[in-house]
T-cell receptor
Framework: GNSVTQMEGPVTLSEEAFLTINCTYT??????LFWYVQYPGEGLQLLLK?????DKGSNKGFEATYRKETTSFHLEKGSVQVSDSAVYFC?????????FGAGTTVTVRA | NAGVMQNPRHLVRRRGQEARLRCSPM?????VYWYRQLPEEGLKFMVY????????ESGMPKERFSAEFPKEGPSILRIQQVVRGDSAAYFC?????????????FGSGTQLSVL
């Protein structure tokens, strides 16, 4: 079946540092890939997505590229802010079902 | 336009009691999905409902768990005779159509603790 593995946390960074969260997947076919973010006390929000190989999703300074050859969808941001502190989830979709990674908690210190 | 509303935010039950978790979808959304997040794991799909219909319950345990989405009112996830292993965060999501895209929105979740 489909599955997603993402980098374990927690991750603690200083402001303006570079952030990478690794995500790899196992799937039949080529599913759409997503990154969701959950800020403290809120629900999950779609951060970005990519629907086919070599697509790059981007939003709020975050980027991720759909790499078919390495079955990866790593999340990156060049300069994080305190407001980026959250839990980040990598996910893929099969029909209407999302399969999520375990989540990575990111804390950015001023 | 309020988002997906889940209540309660925290629910404590003793073993053997019943737990009822509520989810009010966003206005205009007729599709509801329930996910469960066990400690240290990702969210797992449980059930997909449209108004008055269960479309897919393949992720829901066969016993003690049930879900409904009546014509009027919120969607309810019901867990009978709770056990400690049911302790988890339960998330609800809604969409206007049966797909996950920019129009799929999640609630803040209900944290169920079974003593």
């Amino acid at each position: 079946g489909n599955s997603v593995t993402q980098m374990e946390g927690p991750v603690t960074l200083s402001e303006e540092a570079f952030l990478t969260i690794n995500c790899t997947y196992t799937a039949t076919g080529y599913p759409s890939l997503f990154w969701y973010v959950q800020y403290p006390g809120e629900g999950l929000q779609l951060l970005l997505k990519a629907t086919k190989a070599d697509d790059k999703g981007s939003n709020k300074g975050f980027e991720a590229t759909y790499r078919k050859e390495t079955t990866s969808f790593h999340l990156e941001k060049g300069s994080v802010q305190v407001s980026d502190s959250a839990v980040y989830f990598c996910a893929l979709i099969e029909d209407y079902k999302l399969s999520f990674g375990a989540g990575t908690t990111v804390t950015v210190r001023a | 336009n309020a988002g997906v509303m889940q209540n309660p935010r925290h629910l404590v039950r003793r073993r053997g009691q019943e737990a009822r978790l509520r989810c009010s979808p966003m206005k205009g959304h007729s599709h509801v999905y329930w996910y469960r997040q066990l400690p240290e794991e990702g969210l797992k799909f449980m059930v997909y409902l449209q108004k008055e219909n269960i479309i897919d319950e393949s992720g829901m345990p066969k016993e003690r768990f049930s879900a409904e989405f009546p014509k009027e009112g919120p969607s309810i996830l019901r867990i009978q005779q709770v056990v400690r292993g049911d302790s988890a965060a339960y998330f609800c999501a809604s969409s206007p159509a049966g797909t996950a895209n920019e129009k799929l929105f999640f609630g803040s979740g209900t944290q169920l603790s079974v003593l």
